[in-house]
């Protein structure tokens, strides 16, 4: 929420509440009204409450107004049910050292001029999460990428509304992007959006197309090649794509650790074992360079679920290709749930716990 103080606020903490007559005043003290407390007192202060609390405590005076909105950074305002809209009017003026603002809606409340404001006054922001505005247009994407170009994390899921254009010219300016979530967005998650990312965002780490129907090959491709630190990317229900977007990301991103590729169906066995060479082939160069870690590299979550095409022999291998991938109980890290023919895939944890029950169950005479 706001930046730690140092070490002596607790000193200053405890003496203001165990020295202080319960009104904020102390009789000998320094701090004789609640606006006397030091800035740095107040913003630990601060740290320790809610949002809503800080935004009230910011209307208590001028001095605590002025201390607070040059000390918060972080800010969540989805606890407003109701008339979100014209609090980050209001408040957008004042909190202008915000870093990471969550406007995440149970029901549609945020509207363009909001995102205009913010993007007029919070050019310091890099983590935004604008999840289910749906009533937003690409006047907001727009109004971001010329305000806000130091975005390294971006929530948009749910925004059916932005178009590919938009979401392109964002990445445009917001080159820093890390973290994009653009599920549900099946107007901008294109081909066309995608090629952009790949072509402008080379640092991006995550990035969800969850349910972007239109993304095919094509911009999966885009993605491997541009985005090569790529860590996570879910493209569950993307029906579109094939082996070849499997074959891409296993040769180009080599740092992959979490693939989604729920309900597509169009996956095969070559794209299962496309995944198990690359670790292969990478092998040596790991090895050298952080043997320690080694078992720690390659996937570690893999969905696979309803990819009925897929066969035992193909899976197991990429099973047996990543340690960290699980099929036992409470780790399961593989997730193969609609996918009987699969029911035999086990990692080497599940066949080392078979094997060490079957030995209790039938001791050795």
Not at 58 to 64: F, I, L, P, Y
Not at 150 to 155: H, V, Y
Request: proline content about 3%.
């Amino acid at each position: 929420m706001v930046g730690k103080g140092g070490d002596d606020l607790e000193f200053c903490f405890e003496r203001l509440v165990m020295g202080g007559d319960g009104r904020g005043r102390m009789e000998a003290g320094v701090i004789t009204e609640w606006k006397d407390i030091p800035m740095e007192l107040l913003l630990r202060i601060v740290s320790l409450v809610d949002d809503r609390t800080v935004i009230m405590a910011s209307g208590v005076c001028s001095g605590w107004r002025d201390a607070i909105c040059l000390g918060l950074t972080h800010l969540s305002l989805s606890w407003c049910k109701n008339n979100m809209n014209k609090l980050v009017l209001s408040l957008a003026p004042k909190f202008t050292k915000l870093q990471a603002l969550t406007l995440r809606q149970d029901k549609p409340q945020l509207e363009d001029n909001a995102v205009e404001m913010i993007a007029n006054y919070f050019h310091d922001l890099q983590d935004l999460d604008l999840s289910k505005s749906f009533k937003l247009s690409d006047s907001s994407l727009y109004a971001l990428a010329l305000g806000c170009p130091n975005l390294i994390k971006l929530n948009i899921s749910g925004c059916s509304a932005f178009s590919d254009a938009a979401l392109a010219y964002v990445t445009s300016s917001c080159r820093k992007l890390k973290i994009l979530n653009l599920c549900g967005c099946v107007k901008a998650a294109s081909n066309r959006a995608l090629q952009a990312i790949g072509q402008n965002c080379s640092q991006l780490q995550s990035l969800n197309l969850g349910w972007c129907e239109d993304v095919s090959d094509a911009g999966v491709m885009s993605l491997a090649y541009g985005c090569p630190d790529l860590r996570a990317l879910d493209l569950c229900g993307c029906v579109r794509i094939t082996d070849e977007s499997v074959i891409a990301l296993a040769n180009r991103c080599l740092h992959l650790r979490s693939l989604g590729l729920y309900y597509c169906q169009n996956i095969t066995d070559r794209a299962m074992y496309s995944l198990a060479q690359s670790r292969v082939k990478n092998k040596h160069e790991m090895w050298e360079s952080m043997k320690s870690r080694y078992s720690e590299e390659g996937l570690m979550n893999l969905n696979i679920s309803q990819c009925t095409a897929l066969t035992p022999p193909a899976v197991q291998a990429v099973c047996d290709s990543f340690p960290a991938l699980h099929t036992c109980p409470g780790r399961h890290s593989l997730i193969i749930s609609g996918c009987l023919s699969l029911t035999s895939v086990h990692c080497a944890c599940a066949v080392q716990a078979h094997r060490t029950a079957s030995q209790l169950s039938h001791p050795a005479h």
